[in-house]
């Protein structure tokens, strides 16, 4: 059984920085790219970012980019996200997901491409 588990988030105040983790299992994560999506209430999930299986190829939301970035240990089977300059318009619920097709160069920014998702961890951002 395919299971993701994100931990990181938390509540930190404007201009500050979390790290993102998830960590995968049940699924040889290496051969499949990784993507993070948020969710704030009322709104729809949003992509935020994504990397390629060897993490050579990494893609942007354009409202986070140059503020986040997103990496990968494959030997931990974990992609992480480190979030620095946060604002409040990054409070949402963040999600990992991994994609449905193995060996991706070309990250998809579509929630349509990722098969699993992560339960969830709620980053908070005060002003």
């Known amino acids: 059984q395919v299971q993701l588990v994100e931990s990181g988030g938390g509540l930190v105040q404007a201009g500050g920085s979390l790290i993102l983790s998830c960590a995968g299992s049940g699924r040889i994560f290496s051969r499949y790219a990784m993507g993070w999506f948020r969710q704030a209430p009322g709104k729809e999930r949003e992509f935020v970012a994504a990397?390629?299986?060897?993490?050579?190829?990494?893609r942007y939301a354009d409202s986070v980019k140059g503020r986040f970035t997103i990496t990968r240990d494959n030997t931990k089977n974990t992609v992480y996200l480190q979030m620095n300059n946060l604002k409040p318009e990054d409070t949402a619920v963040y999600y990992c997901a991994t994609a449905g097709s193995p060996f991706g160069t070309i990250p998809s920014n579509s929630r349509n491409a990722y098969d699993y998702w992560g339960q969830g961890t709620q980053v908070t951002v005060s002003s």
């Open positions: 990397i390629s299986w060897t993490g050579g190829s990494t």
